[in-house]
C-alpha cells in the first residue's frame, strides 16, 4: 500500500486512522477496546499505517494565542526573479525566521503561502519588514489577516 491509498484500507484500518486523527494520544488499547481488537493487533495495524505512509508523523497542536502570539497572518509572496537559486535561496531565508509557521510553494497569483504568527500587529509590522520583505527575491507581497479559524475533518469527515 503506498501512501495515499486510503480506499485499500479496511474498515479497521479507516475506523483507526478516523480516531486518531481526533485524538491522536489514544493508545492502541484504547482503540483495540474501542474497535473490537487486542491490543497488539491495535499496534501492528497502526504500525503498519506508519509504515505505509498513511501517518506522516505525531505532533503537538500548539495554542499560538495562548503562549502570546495573538495575531495570526497569511501572506501572498510573488517572487520578483524566478529560478531553481531564487527559490531555494528564498526557501532557506524564510525557513530561519521563527514566526513563519509554514511556507507552501503555490501555483497561482502568488509563489508561496506563509503563514505568520506575531504577538500584535505592531510585532507583525516588524517582523514583516525587518525579516520578511528583506528575503532574496521578494516582490509583490499581500497580507491576509486571520479573524477566525475552525478546524473541519476534511475528506475523512466523508467516510
Same mark, same amino acid.
Given at each position: 500500500?503506498?501512501?495515499?491509498?486510503?480506499?485499500?484500507?479496511?474498515?479497521?484500518?479507516?475506523?483507526?486512522?478516523?480516531?486518531? $486523527?481526533?485524538?491522536?494520544? @489514544?493508545?492502541?488499547? $484504547?482503540?483495540?477496546?474501542?474497535?473490537?481488537?487486542?491490543?497488539?493487533?491495535?499496534?501492528?495495524?497502526?504500525?503498519?499505517?506508519?509504515?505505509?505512509?498513511?501517518?506522516?508523523? @505525531?505532533?503537538?497542536?500548539?495554542? $499560538?494565542?495562548?503562549?502570546?502570539?495573538?495575531?495570526?497572518?497569511?501572506?501572498?509572496?510573488?517572487?520578483?526573479?524566478?529560478? @531553481?537559486?531564487?527559490?531555494?535561496?528564498?526557501?532557506?531565508?524564510?525557513?530561519?525566521?521563527?514566526?513563519?509557521?509554514?511556507?507552501?510553494? +503555490?501555483?497561482?497569483?502568488?509563489?508561496?503561502?506563509?503563514?505568520? +504568527?506575531?504577538?500584535?500587529?505592531?510585532?507583525?509590522?516588524?517582523?514583516?519588514?525587518?525579516?520578511?520583505?528583506?528575503?532574496?527575491?521578494?516582490?509583490?507581497?499581500? $497580507?491576509?489577516?486571520?479573524?477566525?479559524?475552525?478546524?473541519?475533518?476534511?475528506?475523512?469527515?466523508?467516510?
Amino acid at each position: 500500500m503506498s501512501a495515499g491509498s486510503f480506499n485499500e484500507l479496511d474498515e479497521t484500518d479507516r475506523e483507526i486512522v478516523c480516531a486518531l $486523527a481526533a485524538d491522536a494520544t @489514544r493508545s492502541a488499547g $484504547a482503540l483495540g477496546r474501542d474497535l473490537g481488537l487486542s491490543q497488539p493487533a491495535a499496534w501492528r495495524r497502526i504500525r503498519r499505517l506508519h509504515e505505509n505512509g498513511v501517518f506522516s508523523g @505525531r505532533r503537538v497542536d500548539l495554542n $499560538a494565542e495562548a503562549l502570546g502570539f495573538g495575531v495570526t497572518v497569511f501572506l501572498g509572496i510573488k517572487l520578483a526573479s524566478k529560478g @531553481r537559486v531564487s527559490l531555494e535561496d528564498f526557501e532557506r531565508a524564510v525557513t530561519a525566521i521563527p514566526e513563519v509557521q509554514t511556507v507552501q510553494h +503555490v501555483l497561482g497569483l502568488y509563489d508561496y503561502r506563509l503563514r505568520v +504568527v506575531a504577538r500584535d500587529l505592531s510585532d507583525f509590522e516588524r517582523v514583516l519588514r525587518r525579516r520578511i520583505m528583506t528575503l532574496p527575491s521578494v516582490g509583490n507581497v499581500e $497580507a491576509n489577516v486571520l479573524l477566525s479559524e475552525e478546524r473541519l475533518p476534511g475528506p475523512l469527515g466523508a467516510l
